[in-house]
């Protein structure tokens, strides 16, 4: 089996992937992760583990990445009437994705989640890192400031991020859409 994870890279494809998310039981809890997630950039497996406390502390809150022990500031002003009005009734201490066997979240029930979402949208390339990819991928359209997004990302270079995000082959499409020779 390949591992082809996508990013969403409309409006609309985001939209659709809300839309579904919003008729889940937890559907408050599953679409505040969402918004994190493609509005941080931040791995599946620091997303779970968030508690209040941890996006509450600062303007800008830092958290240490699990994968590679860094520490990460997160720019999440822009969601801060979303995360006051989820948390309003959270203590510092809870987590923000609980998991209704106790605890948080894990990845694992995350991604079985996203494929639902992926069933029911006709889709076979999304998976946790969906969010990221989403993150980075609007992010890179919006700014073209890809030594940012590769720091942000924490990769060692510019090509290794674009490839990851799946702007060479939308840039390569684009330049190849009228190319014609012989004609």
């Known amino acids: 089996m390949s591992y082809n994870v996508q990013p969403l890279r409309t409006q609309?494809?985001?939209?659709?992937f809300l839309f579904c998310l919003r008729r889940n039981k937890n559907a408050e809890r599953d679409v505040f992760l969402f918004l994190i997630g493609i509005n941080s950039g931040l791995r599946m497996s620091d997303i779970v583990k968030l508690k209040k406390k941890d996006i509450l502390s600062s303007?800008?809150?830092?958290?240490?990445?699990?994968?590679?022990?860094?520490?990460?500031?997160?720019?999440?002003?822009?969601?801060q009437d979303l995360i006051q009005e989820y948390t309003n009734d959270l203590d510092p201490e809870d987590d923000l994705f609980p998991s209704t066997k106790g605890?948080?979240?894990e990845v694992n029930t995350v991604y079985q989640m996203f494929q639902k979402v992926a069933k029911l949208l006709g889709r076979d390339d999304i998976g946790t890192h969906t969010l990221r990819k989403t993150f980075g991928y609007h992010y890179y359209k919006k700014t073209k400031d890809v030594a940012t997004l590769m720091e942000i990302f924490g990769h060692s270079s510019e090509k290794i991020t674009k490839r990851y995000i799946g702007i060479n082959e939308d840039e390569i499409s684009e330049t190849l859409l009228n190319f014609r020779l012989g004609f």
């Open 12 to 16: 609309q494809e985001i939209n659709d």
């Open 103 to 105: 605890g948080h979240l």
């Open 59 to 79: 303007k800008n809150p830092r958290i240490v990445e699990q994968k590679t022990g860094k520490t990460r500031i997160l720019y999440l002003s822009s969601l």
